[in-house]
Protein backbone atom coordinates (compact mmCIF):
# COMPACT_ATOMS: atom_id res chain seq x y z
CA UNK A 1 0.00 0.00 0.00
CA UNK A 2 3.16 2.70 1.27
CA UNK A 3 5.95 0.87 -1.07
CA UNK A 4 4.27 1.28 -4.70
CA UNK A 5 3.35 4.57 -4.78
CA UNK A 6 6.67 6.08 -3.17
CA UNK A 7 8.80 3.75 -6.00
CA UNK A 8 6.17 5.27 -8.71
CA UNK A 9 7.86 8.54 -7.19
CA UNK A 10 11.33 7.23 -7.76
CA UNK A 11 10.49 7.01 -11.39
CA UNK A 12 9.54 10.48 -11.59
CA UNK A 13 12.27 12.08 -14.17
CA UNK A 14 13.02 14.39 -11.48
CA UNK A 15 13.91 11.52 -9.20
CA UNK A 16 15.27 8.68 -11.35
CA UNK A 17 18.23 9.89 -12.70
CA UNK A 18 19.70 10.48 -8.88
CA UNK A 19 18.35 7.75 -6.81
CA UNK A 20 16.98 4.86 -8.28
CA UNK A 21 18.35 4.56 -12.02
CA UNK A 22 21.47 2.84 -10.49
CA UNK A 23 19.02 -0.46 -9.17
CA UNK A 24 17.53 -0.77 -13.10
CA UNK A 25 21.05 -1.19 -14.34
CA UNK A 26 19.92 -4.70 -14.13
CA UNK A 27 17.26 -5.59 -16.70
CA UNK A 28 17.72 -9.18 -16.16
CA UNK A 29 18.45 -9.62 -12.62
CA UNK A 30 19.33 -12.95 -11.16
CA UNK A 31 21.95 -12.33 -7.94
CA UNK A 32 18.97 -12.33 -5.67
CA UNK A 33 20.09 -10.45 -2.52
CA UNK A 34 22.96 -8.20 -3.91
CA UNK A 35 20.27 -6.88 -6.90
CA UNK A 36 17.35 -6.40 -4.78
CA UNK A 37 19.70 -4.36 -2.48
CA UNK A 38 21.90 -2.71 -5.18
CA UNK A 39 19.75 0.62 -4.13
CA UNK A 40 20.95 4.21 -3.36
CA UNK A 41 21.24 4.62 0.27
CA UNK A 42 18.38 7.46 0.33
CA UNK A 43 16.18 4.48 -1.55
CA UNK A 44 17.29 2.25 1.24
CA UNK A 45 16.09 4.76 3.95
CA UNK A 46 12.86 5.65 2.28
CA UNK A 47 11.85 1.67 1.92
CA UNK A 48 13.04 1.23 5.58
CA UNK A 49 10.76 4.78 6.29
CA UNK A 50 7.68 2.90 4.56
CA UNK A 51 8.36 -0.47 6.20
CA UNK A 52 8.57 0.93 9.89
CA UNK A 53 5.26 3.01 9.22
CA UNK A 54 3.55 -0.24 8.27
CA UNK A 55 4.90 -1.98 11.30
CA UNK A 56 3.75 1.19 13.59
CA UNK A 57 -0.13 1.57 11.52
CA UNK A 58 -0.74 -2.58 12.08
CA UNK A 59 1.27 -2.35 15.65
CA UNK A 60 -1.27 0.05 16.74
CA UNK A 61 -4.60 -1.03 15.39
CA UNK A 62 -4.44 -4.42 15.67
CA UNK A 63 -1.56 -5.15 18.50
CA UNK A 64 1.44 -7.64 17.14
CA UNK A 65 3.53 -9.69 18.75
CA UNK A 66 7.41 -8.66 18.36
CA UNK A 67 7.98 -12.43 16.26
CA UNK A 68 5.99 -11.21 14.20
CA UNK A 69 8.08 -8.34 13.15
CA UNK A 70 11.18 -10.84 12.27
CA UNK A 71 9.22 -13.28 10.58
CA UNK A 72 7.63 -10.54 8.59
CA UNK A 73 11.04 -8.95 7.83
CA UNK A 74 12.24 -12.80 6.96
CA UNK A 75 9.37 -13.37 4.16
CA UNK A 76 9.96 -9.81 2.81
CA UNK A 77 13.74 -10.54 2.36
CA UNK A 78 12.96 -13.74 0.59
CA UNK A 79 10.77 -12.64 -1.55
CA UNK A 80 13.43 -9.05 -2.59
CA UNK A 81 15.65 -11.93 -3.00
CA UNK A 82 13.38 -13.53 -5.19
CA UNK A 83 11.99 -10.76 -7.16
CA UNK A 84 15.82 -10.96 -8.21
CA UNK A 85 17.18 -14.37 -8.55
CA UNK A 86 15.91 -15.19 -12.32
CA UNK A 87 13.29 -17.75 -10.66
CA UNK A 88 10.09 -18.38 -12.15
CA UNK A 89 7.75 -18.09 -8.68
CA UNK A 90 4.11 -17.39 -8.76
CA UNK A 91 1.70 -17.87 -5.54
CA UNK A 92 -1.87 -17.83 -6.65
CA UNK A 93 -4.65 -18.13 -3.90
CA UNK A 94 -8.57 -18.39 -4.92
CA UNK A 95 -7.94 -17.18 -8.30
CA UNK A 96 -5.73 -14.24 -7.43
CA UNK A 97 -2.28 -14.05 -7.98
CA UNK A 98 -0.48 -12.75 -4.54
CA UNK A 99 2.96 -13.21 -5.88
CA UNK A 100 5.33 -13.32 -8.86
CA UNK A 101 8.60 -12.81 -9.47
CA UNK A 102 7.51 -12.64 -13.49
CA UNK A 103 5.95 -9.42 -12.65
CA UNK A 104 8.79 -7.73 -11.00
CA UNK A 105 11.12 -9.01 -13.99
CA UNK A 106 8.67 -6.76 -16.22
CA UNK A 107 9.28 -3.99 -14.13
CA UNK A 108 12.86 -4.16 -14.50
CA UNK A 109 11.82 -4.92 -18.42
CA UNK A 110 9.59 -1.83 -18.28
CA UNK A 111 10.23 0.31 -15.33
CA UNK A 112 7.08 2.41 -15.99
CA UNK A 113 5.17 -0.53 -15.29
CA UNK A 114 4.69 -3.20 -12.20
CA UNK A 115 5.97 -0.54 -9.33
CA UNK A 116 4.63 -3.06 -6.32
CA UNK A 117 7.25 -5.19 -4.98
CA UNK A 118 5.03 -8.24 -4.03
CA UNK A 119 1.66 -8.40 -5.09
CA UNK A 120 0.81 -6.60 -8.46
CA UNK A 121 -3.17 -5.07 -6.85
CA UNK A 122 -1.66 -1.76 -6.43
CA UNK A 123 -0.37 -1.71 -9.97
CA UNK A 124 -4.09 -2.91 -11.39
CA UNK A 125 -5.38 -0.29 -8.89
CA UNK A 126 -3.02 3.06 -10.34
CA UNK A 127 -3.24 1.34 -13.54
CA UNK A 128 0.42 0.43 -14.12
CA UNK A 129 -0.14 -3.20 -14.41
CA UNK A 130 1.34 -5.65 -16.99
CA UNK A 131 1.45 -9.05 -17.34
CA UNK A 132 4.44 -11.51 -17.38
CA UNK A 133 5.93 -12.10 -21.44
CA UNK A 134 8.81 -14.21 -22.17
CA UNK A 135 10.38 -12.43 -24.79
CA UNK A 136 12.79 -15.44 -26.22
CA UNK A 137 9.61 -17.12 -26.43
CA UNK A 138 7.73 -14.57 -27.79
CA UNK A 139 10.72 -14.04 -30.42
CA UNK A 140 10.88 -17.64 -31.14
CA UNK A 141 6.79 -17.63 -31.98
CA UNK A 142 7.60 -15.16 -34.51
CA UNK A 143 10.19 -16.91 -36.41
CA UNK A 144 7.64 -19.79 -36.67
CA UNK A 145 4.93 -17.32 -38.37
Excluded: C
Excluded at 53 to 63: E, K, L, N, Q, R
Amino acid sequence: MLYAPAHRLLHHPAVYPYIHKHHHRSIYPSRGNIDARNEHPIEQMIAMALWMTAIYMVAFSTGMHAATIIGHLAVMTMGASLNHAGFDLEIRFLGVDWYSTGAHEMHHRRPDKNFAQFTMFWDKLMGTYIPYTDELSDANAQKAK
